[in-house]
């Protein structure tokens, strides 16, 4: 699913205006209409207060027309307009009068003096501002929005949680509604998936609206929403006259004493990821644990005993994966920089790797063509340097990656891969997730699907999105807390199968989840 910007959501309704021949009031309608059938199917004409501010835009406009059709229906509607301007839109207007006409008179906020009482059984709505909010709300719209956030309703908001930018960082993180559910119009907004501002998005759906879909899919975006139906085209499905030989060997490099565990992580995702063959090259103290915990993985030893001092071997891997557990040793970062100097062999990067990297950048510029680099965002720093928010972070993290050629998988709740200047923002996973070794079971996965011939890109997107869909099948059984790495590699299996279940909802409503409960992609 695509993720737009502002301009080309207001280009999209421009062109939608003119092929289909319907006027803006129109489309604002379709949006209402999708707005009311989401609540009326939920709420069934419950008589919970429904409290609907409504600011002098077309954010505002959707909330007044969405007021009417709550009134036609019988719902006890209070509706409020926050009068932060003297400019109002045309469709606010409209649907201001459609309002009046049927005797409803909406209630007019001018300053924090004229603050309502919230009941907490009520539920807000909340379309003050939409994405056009293009500088800081006035204080008293900022203590009308801490009003709300404070009156414990359920609040929902109409596009996009109130007083956040969609292209920018927040300036006042107090005067940001709190949204428990958001309903996008069309699409889900970039700000959702990054950790500063998406905290404030509990739960989102999008609403198509019907802009026009050939429009939708000729314009290029900075960023895409990975969800099944964007991976199932690129999978590839096992032939019966093929062999292991067809599915490549993958090479996971790593361990030191008391680390070996982290190599039999990946190493044992590699293999459930699909790789025909996979050794593990560990030091010396590796090769009984690995041996005897992992009979499918070939080991192969490095001369020193508690970490690698030395890399060689005489396999010919597709791919390595590279990093996990390695430790900081001096001998053990100069033979793992001597080695990605030389290879021409893809690697896939993670942990104690990417700090080599980080600590000797002229090793980036050998990187060989086609590999991953999966830091978490403690070794993303290391890497880029700090940056002053989010939206700075995802700029250095998109030039890393163009200037080195890289995938650069930047991992996160949201993680985004980067690469040839695109986010690819991932739909699935959850906090039980942020567990030790889960990222070395990342690593082999995509080393895994690497290895069976899948580029790089394509790897990472596949193994991104199956690692969070099996931690979500995992907690499904256990929660969050109780989630181990190990739970990951071995739901894998479930990830693939769900990739081919029948949707239960088509892809444009498909809705994510940033607190408790997990995604639905
Ligand atoms: N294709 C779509 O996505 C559609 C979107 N619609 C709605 O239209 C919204 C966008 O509407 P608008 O462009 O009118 O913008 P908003 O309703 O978000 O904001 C209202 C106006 O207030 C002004 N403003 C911005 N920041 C302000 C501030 N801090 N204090 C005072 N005034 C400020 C701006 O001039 C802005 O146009 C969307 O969020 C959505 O709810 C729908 O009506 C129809 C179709
Ligand atoms: N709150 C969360 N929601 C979704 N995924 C998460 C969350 N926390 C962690 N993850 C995922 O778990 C993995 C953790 O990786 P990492 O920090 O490298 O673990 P480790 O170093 O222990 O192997 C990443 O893929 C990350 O995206
Ligand atoms: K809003």
């Not at 909330?63 to 307009?81: Q, T, W």
């Not at 709190?178 to 069309?186: D, E, G, H, K």
């Not at 002229?362 to 002053?388: C, F, M, N, Q, Y």
């Amino acid at each position: 699913m695509k993720i737009f910007n502002a301009q080309q959501i207001y280009d999209a309704d421009k062109w939608t205006i003119q092929r289909q021949g319907i006027s803006s009031d129109e489309l604002m309608e379709r949006a209402a209409m999708q707005l009311f059938n989401w609540i009326h199917s939920r709420l069934q004409g419950g008589g919970t207060p429904l409290y609907i501010f409504c600011g002098i835009g077309n954010n505002g406009g959707d909330g007044i027309a969405l007021a009417r059709h709550l009134v036609e229906h019988g719902y006890h509607v209070m509706p409020f307009v926050v009068n932060y301007s003297e400019t109002r839109s045309k469709d606010f207007l409209h649907n201001m009068e459609r309002l009046k006409e049927r005797k409803v008179w909406p209630v007019f906020l001018n300053d924090a003096d004229d603050l309502p009482e919230i009941p907490k059984e009520a539920i807000v709505i909340d379309a003050i501002f939409g994405i056009g909010l293009n500088r800081p709300p006035a204080d008293w719209v900022v203590k009308l929005i801490q009003h709300i956030n404070g009156s414990q309703a359920f609040t929902l908001s109409v596009d996009i949680p109130s007083g956040m930018f969609v292209d920018r960082p927040v300036a006042d993180y107090n005067g940001v509604i709190q949204a428990n559910f958001v309903l996008s119009i069309q699409a889900p907004k970039l700000v959702f998936f990054l950790p500063e501002t998406g905290r404030f998005v509990n739960q989102w759906q999008a609403l198509d609206i019907g802009l026009d879909p050939a429009f939708l899919a000729e314009m290029s975006t900075d960023f895409e929403f990975i969800t099944k139906y964007e991976l199932l085209p690129a999978y590839r499905s096992r032939e019966r006259f093929t062999h292991k030989g067809h599915y490549g060997h993958t090479l996971v490099i790593g361990g030191s004493l008391g680390k070996i565990g982290a190599v039999a992580l990946a190493s044992k995702a590699a293999l459930k990821a699909g790789a025909g063959l996979v050794s593990s090259y560990v030091p010396q103290c590796g090769l009984v644990p690995l041996q005897s915990q992992l009979p499918e993985a070939m080991v192969i030893v490095d001369q020193g005993e508690g970490a690698i001092t030395n890399i060689k071997f005489d396999v010919a891997p597709t791919v390595i994966a590279m990093g996990m557990g390695l430790g900081t040793d001096d001998n053990t970062k100069k033979t793992v920089g001597d080695f990605i100097e030389d290879t021409e062999i893809p690697v896939v990067l993670d942990a104690d790797g990417v700090n080599i990297l980080a600590q000797k950048p002229e090793l980036l510029l050998k990187l060989p063509a086609g590999s991953v680099l999966t830091p978490h965002i403690g070794e993303l720093k290391r890497l880029l340097g700090d940056w002053g928010n989010d939206f700075e972070k995802c700029e250095k993290a998109k030039n890393f990656s163009l200037q080195y050629d890289v995938v650069l998988v930047m991992k996160d709740a949201y993680t985004i891969c980067w690469y040839k200047g695109r986010g690819y923002i991932n739909s699935t996973g959850n906090p039980g997730m942020a567990t030790a070794g889960s990222g070395d079971v990342l690593a082999g996965i995509i080393a895994g699907f690497m290895s069976q011939g899948y580029d790089a890109l394509t790897a990472a997107l596949f193994g991104v999105y199956l690692h969070g869909s099996s931690g979500d099948i995992a907690v499904e059984g256990m929660g969050y807390q109780a989630l181990l790495a190990s739970d990951l590699v071995d739901n894998l299996g479930n990830a693939f199968l769900a990739l081919f279940e029948v949707p239960q909802a088509p892809p444009q409503e498909s809705g994510g989840q940033n607190g408790q409960g997990g995604n639905q992609a």
